[in-house]
């Protein structure tokens, strides 16, 4: 009896992880690195994490997690309250309407469809934050961001496979 | 029994989808409507973030101190590696620096005998609070950094952020063990400032880009690249005379000036406590001046 429950507390815990990992995600993505240039192309780490979970767990990141996750981003970014929560909401729902051409297939392709949604969820945001400020925001920085996103996605997605493998057992519709 | 169990499955599953469907919807109409509400400029959203900062601000100081150490510590080491240079090239500014303070001391002084002779009354005396820049979250949308001080450090909303090189931003939003600022850069900030070679009064404005721009400057207003651009205290939010950047390039585009302080480098800074409440004291000034003439 014991057992079972902490196994129970066990699987919780292991089940809770791809929202914990977004929301660290959010958090580190707001530590910038001493390094020239970096805080004009900081990366928005936690868009990795909600592209990847909606491929492989949107069971264990289920929308209402996507937009606290978004909400958290906009509260600690700076950025008006509910442009990263609906960015991060579309990048969920494209990905889980797309999951059948996305869903266990080779790295590259998941990463190719980063590359084409990971700038795309970009340009949304710009689009929002320009018509909340009512002013083109510069597009320069917008397209370097995206690109540092884009280009961390492979360790960060890598890392997320190797847990998911060990540590959340698949269901049977995953 | 089996035979049942797919029937209501095949009843539940499109309940179920369609509840899901319904609850995207929902949630993207509930973004949409945070940012209406963010428009309206509520207090509760501002406290929100407050409160939302204040919470992960000790894991961001957590993980920004060894950071910042490491970041320390290979300056250290390449400091080390030019300590000759770095001694001779020392020597000259020191030399330079002797010349110059003797130009200070004799301008003190002038000063000084020019006060008593016009009776001139220095402002309020301001305090300041240093601080540990812990979170920059960069990027376009936002320029703003987290401080590890609020409230309870004395931290006041509206205050301006110096560093030793000049004017940083001001204090946007303040929780009891952290605080945001915002940058000059930023898209909302606007700074009213002097050229200080002229005296010309203009408005600094941010465009979330790393320069600024110079704006509703007076018509026929000379401006030239090299000119150091300062605050002129209008407005009381912040003291005159602190140096915010210089004049990079000047055309038909506009005047962009680059910021003294460095985003990147940024890493304490300190809050001045200017006493907002004495910028809005100011209009009752008369009415004391017209009781003290009837005596």
Same mark, same amino acid.
């Given at each position: ?7 129970? *507390? ?75 929560? *609906?960015?991060? *909401? ?64 492979p360790p960060l997605a890598a890392a997320f496979l190797s847990w998911q493998r060990r540590a959340l057992a698949p269901t049977e519709d995953a | 029994m089996k035979e049942r169990a797919r029937q209501v499955h095949r009843i539940i599953q499109p309940i179920r989808s369609l509840a899901q469907r319904f609850t995207y919807l929902g949630l993207i109409g509930a973004a949409f409507g945070?940012?209406?509400?963010? =428009?309206?400029?509520?207090? &509760? ?10 919470? &992960? ?17 290979? @300056?250290?080491?390449?400091?080390? %590696?030019?300590? /000759? %240079?770095?001694?001779? @090239? ?24 020019? !006060? ?34 609020? %409230?309870?450090?004395?931290?006041? =909303? ?6 030793? $090189? ?7 939003? #303040?929780?009891? !063990? ?32 790393? !320069?600024? =721009? ?10 030239? &690249?090299? $000119? ?12 005159? @005379?602190?140096?915010?950047?210089? #004049?990079?390039? #000047? $055309?038909?585009?506009?005047? !962009? ?12 800074? @300190? ?6 409440? /004495? ?10 001046? =017209?009781? #003290?003439?009837?005596?």
């Amino acid at each position: 009896m014991k057992s079972t429950f902490w196994q129970k *507390l066990d699987l919780r815990a292991r089940q809770l992880t791809p929202f914990a990992t977004t929301a660290l995600l959010v958090v580190l993505g707001g530590i910038s690195l001493p390094i020239p240039g970096y805080v004009v192309i900081a990366p928005v780490l936690s868009m990795i994490a909600v592209y990847h979970w909606a491929i492989h767990r949107p069971d264990l990141l289920p929308a209402w997690a996507v937009f606290l996750a978004g909400l958290l981003q906009d509260a600690i970014g700076g950025t008006p309250f509910g442009v990263y929560a *609906l960015v991060f *909401l579309t990048v969920w729902g494209i990905v889980v309407s797309q999951r059948p051409f996305l869903a266990g297939k080779p790295f590259a392709l998941v990463w190719l469809g980063f590359v084409l949604i990971g700038p795309g969820a970009g340009l949304e945001a710009w689009i929002l934050v320009s018509a909340y400020h009512l002013t083109l925001v510069d597009p320069e920085a917008v397209l370097f961001q995206a690109a540092a996103t884009v280009g961390l996605f492979p360790p960060l997605a890598a890392a997320f496979l190797s847990w998911q493998r060990r540590a959340l057992a698949p269901t049977e519709d995953a | 029994m089996k035979e049942r169990a797919r029937q209501v499955h095949r009843i539940i599953q499109p309940i179920r989808s369609l509840a899901q469907r319904f609850t995207y919807l929902g949630l993207i109409g509930a973004a949409f409507g945070a940012m209406l509400l963010g =428009k309206a400029d509520l207090v &509760v959203l501002d406290r929100l973030r407050a409160h939302i900062t204040d919470v &992960v601000a000790p894991i961001f100081e957590a993980i920004s101190g060894p950071i910042a150490f490491t970041a320390s510590a290979v @300056r250290e080491i390449q400091y080390l %590696s030019n300590l /000759e %240079s770095e001694n001779d @090239r020392l020597r000259e500014d020191n030399a330079r620096l002797i010349g110059w303070q003797a130009v200070a001391r004799h301008l003190e002084a002038e000063n000084e005998a020019l !006060r008593g002779m016009l009776n001139f009354k220095t402002g309020p005396e301001s305090s300041t609070v240093s601080a540990r820049v812990i979170a920059d979250t960069g990027g376009a949308f936002a320029h703003s950094l987290v401080l590890n001080a609020g %409230s309870n450090d004395g931290v006041r =909303k509206g205050s301006p952020v110096v560093t030793g $090189d000049g004017l940083v931003g001001r204090v946007l939003s #303040v929780g009891a !063990r952290s605080a945001r600022v915002l940058l000059l850069t930023d898209l909302n900030s606007r700074t009213p400032v002097l050229v200080e070679s002229t005296g010309t009064r203009a408005i600094l404005a941010g465009d979330n880009s790393g !320069r600024l =721009k110079l704006i509703h400057l007076p018509s026929g207003a000379y401006v030239a &690249v090299g $000119d150091r651009i300062v605050t002129s205290g209008h407005g009381g939010v912040f003291p005159p @005379r602190l140096p915010a950047g210089v #004049v990079v390039s #000047v $055309d038909e585009a506009g005047i !962009r000036v680059q910021p003294f302080a460095d985003r990147s480098r940024l890493e304490y800074v @300190r809050v001045i406590d200017v006493g907002l409440e /004495e910028a809005l004291r100011l209009p009752q000034l008369p009415i004391e001046r =017209k009781a #003290v003439a009837r005596q």
